[in-house]
């Protein structure tokens, strides 16, 4: 065991384990340093090191201090933990130790699993599991819109198919719950919400070498990623998917306003609120994402450019957008 001291405020550099949290690390090998508090010297210490073997003692002293209010991790480990307590989702409901950046990095995990797991399998069961986290996102958000602000602050830059359909669902979010404020339904959130977190899932049928190589494709590679509408569209088809917000974020979310999308060239009056909006999240996810034929874009920048390209994407919003990026959602939400 190593002594720490703990800072002045130490719920700020340590997060309390509840036995609820306790339960969704591995029982022999916590991820984490676990730290508990000894009364009698006043001080915090270590009693676990990361991925170390906890014995059968152990085990019972860790799950004594976590009925006793004592343990905790240190909260700068809040990516390793994130990824575990994301199986067991829910937990961000009920426990209230968790900071804004840690729920949506917990959100984030969860939401990009369950997703791969409904992808690998595009049936039933895994489409009801994402169904089930989403509607523990649209709970939480549901208490407070204004938290939406915290999800998009934890966009990831790496790119793959789960991590960038997670980004497009935050952003996304944010501009339905900008665009809506007081006419927000609950109902349609959770739609709009699966239509973002769903819009590309046809792209599992297009080749990681179409998708890496896209600034040198010939008609029939264009043809493949186009083709990922349909396929993501008959995939919901079979699984009797029949929300039509859901349908219009995937059938218009590369339809623009000018009318040089595809696959319909819908132009402007055509086209839903949350295709459009699914359009603006979608291209900006792929424009601050690292991809092998660009760079990242600086968020504001990346904001800019969709601003400027009025012709292409609804001016409302990305004028949103700029504003989510630049002075977060208070502005819009409080404004009459
Ligand atoms: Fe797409
Ligand atoms: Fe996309």
């Known amino acids: 065991m190593s002594d720490t001291t703990p800072d002045s405020s130490m719920a700020e550099v340590y997060l309390q384990i509840s036995p609820n949290i306790l339960a969704s690390f591995p029982k022999f090998r916590p991820p984490v340093d676990i730290y508990y508090f000894d009364d009698r010297v006043g001080r915090v210490k270590r009693y676990h090191e990361a991925d170390k073997r906890l014995g059968t003692e152990g085990q019972a002293l860790v799950a004594t201090f976590a009925s006793e209010g004592v343990l905790f991790l240190l909260r700068d480990d809040y990516r390793v933990y994130a990824k575990h307590l994301s199986k067991n989702l829910g937990l961000v409901l009920t426990e209230d130790d968790f900071t804004p950046q840690e729920v949506a990095e917990i959100f984030f995990q969860a939401l990009s699993d369950r997703l791969n797991d409904f992808l690998a399998q595009p049936k039933e069961q895994p489409y009801e599991g994402l169904g089930k986290d989403i509607s523990i996102l649209v709970e939480y958000l549901w208490v407070d819109p204004a938290r939406v602000e915290c999800l998009v602050d934890c966009l990831h830059t790496e790119y793959d198919l789960a991590g960038h359909s997670v980004n497009t669902l935050f952003v996304g979010l944010a501009l339905f719950i900008m665009a809506l404020k007081g006419k927000l339904k609950r109902a349609s959130l959770l739609s709009v919400a699966m239509g973002l977190i769903l819009h590309d899932m046809g792209m599992t049928n297009v080749s990681k070498f179409i998708l890496d190589n896209t600034s040198f494709l010939v008609r ?6 186009e ?12 699984l009797g998917v029949s929300d039509p917000i859901v349908l219009q974020c995937l059938t218009e979310h590369h339809e623009r306003v000018d009318g040089s999308g595809y696959p319909q060239r819908l132009m402007n009056k055509s086209l839903s609120l949350p295709g459009r909006l699914c359009g603006v999240a979608d291209s900006f996810s792929a424009i601050i994402s690292e991809r092998p034929y660009h760079e ?4 504001k920048k990346a904001a800019l450019v969709l601003m400027k390209d009025a012709k292409r994407y609804d001016q409302a919003l990305t004028k949103l957008l700029a504003v989510l990026l630049t002075q977060g959602v208070a502005p819009v939400l409080q404004a009459s």
């Open 296 to 299: 990242p874009m600086d968020r």
């Open 220 to 225: 029939t590679d264009r043809e493949s990623i």
């Open 227 to 238: 083709n990922h509408i349909d396929a993501g569209l008959a995939k919901l088809k079979r």
